[in-house]
């Protein structure tokens, strides 16, 4: 796995040179403004390379007593799930609170309708929502 990870970045520096001849080679005939900041970007994209190859070349292995692991061990497991703990607990708390306040809505609605002066056989009769508008009209005149 080693070798194969050596012979494709040789492969691939091989062809950056090679692409970097060809850029220099096209460059003479540009004006020098533009060729001044293509000098920019190349030294911007070499110095990214720099940066992108240390950071992949670093190892991630932290000496664990007389092992090796990656990562923190225990620590970060635990610390891994405490977040999906608590949004669980949340959704939980917030799915309660809502069924708390539905039921609470439905209780005053009931509550309403049985202290009315009304029967609640009266609501389902289809002259009352007629009733209703004729009373709205006459508190509105």
């Known amino acids: 796995m080693n070798t194969t990870l050596s012979t ?4 691939e520096e091989q062809f950056g040179r090679q692409v970097a001849a060809r850029l220099t080679a096209g460059a003479e005939d540009l004006p020098h403004q533009i060729s001044e900041r293509l000098r920019a970007a190349r030294t911007q994209a070499v110095a990214r390379r720099k940066v992108v190859r240390v950071l992949q070349t670093a190892p991630a292995m932290v000496p664990n007593g007389g092992t090796a692991a990656l990562g923190g061990g225990w620590w970060t497991r635990v610390g891994s799930i405490i977040p999906l703990i608590a949004l669980v607990s949340g959704l939980i708390v917030i799915t309660s609170l809502q069924e708390d306040s539905r039921t609470d809505e439905l209780a005053e609605v009931d509550a ?4 009315d002066d ?5 609501y389902t009769d ?6 209703l508008k004729s009373e709205g009209a006459d508190v509105q005149r």
């Open 126 to 131: 289809p002259g009352f929502a007629q009733f």
């Open 118 to 122: 009304l029967p609640p056989a009266a």
């Open 8 to 11: 494709s970045a040789a492969t």
């Open 112 to 115: 309403a309708l049985l202290t």
